[in-house]
Nanobody, 115 residues
Framework: QVQLVESGGGLVQPGGSLRLSCAAS????????MRWYRQAPGKERELVAA????????NYAGFVKGRFTISRDNAKNTVYLQMNSLKPEDTAVFYC????????WGLGTLVTVSS
């Protein structure tokens, strides 16, 4: 079955960096676009970034453009989110998403940006 497992979250000071990873299994990873979403406390889940199946096209939400970079390694079935210049308002649970003949989500990884 499809599994998405996020990792890399944690506590970081404002201005710091984190790299999130999402390990995928149970489907042909290289055939599908992948997305990162986040959900802050008391807010709706929102799209952060998306990457095409081959990694040639990337899209970002306006609030992260220039600070976050999405990438993927199809040989490792893994998608990444490099987050730089983190702000307290980036505090959220970050989720990996695949629409692979069904909508699949990981359990999320918590990112807390605080001094």
């Amino acid at each position: 079955q499809v599994q998405l497992v996020e990792s890399g979250g944690g506590l970081v000071q404002p201005g710091g960096s984190l790299r999130l990873s999402c390990a995928a299994s149970g489907f042909t990873f290289s055939s599908y676009a992948m997305r990162w979403y986040r959900q802050a406390p008391g807010k709706e889940r929102e799209l952060v970034a998306a990457i095409s199946s081959a990694g040639t096209m990337r899209n970002y939400a306006g609030f992260v453009k220039g600070r976050f970079t999405i990438s993927r390694d199809n040989a490792k079935n893994t998608v990444y989110l490099q987050m730089n210049s983190l702000k307290p308002e980036d505090t959220a649970v970050f989720y990996c998403n695949a629409n692979a003949k069904g909508d699949y989500w990981g359990l999320g990884t918590l990112v807390t940006v605080s001094s």
